[in-house]
């Protein structure tokens, strides 16, 4: 089981910028997926945006972070980033790592990290 460890969240004000990181155990195997979810109070658990470890495809889902949330990877430091952009009150909530084997769901999770935006 890889272990993930998030960190770079905080209070931001409305339109300021974060960027989370995800640090993985080891390295992970090519056909791993990493992914950002998000979950606010009283809300489920959304998924935002997903990488594949191997070819670096990209894919974000709600709309409500498109152009805004970016995911990206650095190989050599077994970690994935998520830039956040033009913040709003609404993207308050813990910001939640994850990763799996493609096709198997995601089985490993971070501790989650506090994201608050001020307006």
């Known amino acids: 089981q890889v272990q993930l460890v998030e960190s770079g969240g905080g209070l931001v004000q409305t339109g300021g910028s974060l960027r989370l990181s995800c640090v993985a155990s080891e390295r992970p195997s090519i056909d791993y997926a990493l992914a950002w979810f998000r979950q606010a109070p009283g809300k489920e658990r959304e998924l935002l945006t997903r990488?594949?470890?191997?070819?670096?495809?990209?894919?974000t889902y709600p709309d409500s972070v498109k152009g805004r949330f970016t995911i990206s990877r650095d190989n050599a430091k077994n970690t994935v980033f998520l830039q956040m952009n033009n913040l709003k009150p609404a993207d308050t909530a813990v910001y939640y790592c994850?990763?799996?084997?493609?096709?198997?769901?995601?089985?490993?999770w971070g501790q989650g990290t506090q994201v608050t935006v001020s307006s």
């Open positions: 994850a990763g799996g084997i493609e096709g198997r769901g995601y089985t490993d």
């Open positions: 990488i594949t470890w191997s070819g670096g495809d990209r894919t």
